[in-house]
C-alpha cells in the first residue's frame, strides 16, 4: 500500500502565505511526476503545479509567480509554498504521485487551505 500525507494548511488572510508538504511511504517503486491538485466546493478539480518526469515544472496560471512546488524523488516528498493568497485560492488542496513501476497515480486525503478576505 502506498499512502500519500498532506500537512500544512490552515486559514490565512489574503495576502498571506502557507507551505503545503506531502509525504509519500509504503510499496513505492519509480516516481515520475509528482504534484499538486485543488478542488473547491462545487468545481473539479484542477492542476495546481507539478513537477514532470524531466523536473519541468508546471503551473496553472492562476498561481504563476504566487506559488512554487519542489519536491525530493529519493525521499519521495513534495512541497508547495503558497505566497499572495488570494480568497479565490480557498480549496482542498491534494498532492499525487505517478509512479512509473506501478503503472498508477496514488493520491493524498487533502488539507483544506482557507483564504479571507
Known amino acids: 500500500q502506498v499512502q500519500l500525507v498532506e500537512s500544512g494548511g490552515g486559514l490565512v488572510q489574503a495576502g498571506g502565505s502557507l507551505r503545503l508538504s506531502c509525504v509519500a511511504s509504503g ?3 519509480s516516481i515520475h511526476s509528482m504534484g499538486w491538485y485543488r478542488q473547491a466546493s462545487g468545481n473539479e478539480r484542477e492542476l495546481v503545479a507539478r513537477i514532470s518526469g524531466s523536473d519541468i515544472t508546471e503551473y496553472a496560471d492562476s498561481v504563476k ?11 519521495a516528498t513534495t512541497f508547495l509554498q503558497l505566497n499572495s493568497l488570494k480568497p479565490e485560492d480557498t480549496s482542498v488542496y491534494y498532492c499525487y504521485i505517478y509512479d512509473w513501476n506501478a503503472g498508477r497515480d496514488f493520491w493524498g486525503q487533502g488539507t483544506q487551505v482557507t483564504v479571507t478576505s
Open 27 to 29: 510499496r513505492i517503486f
Open 65 to 75: 509567480g504566487r506559488f512554487t512546488i519542489s519536491g525530493d524523488r529519493a525521499k
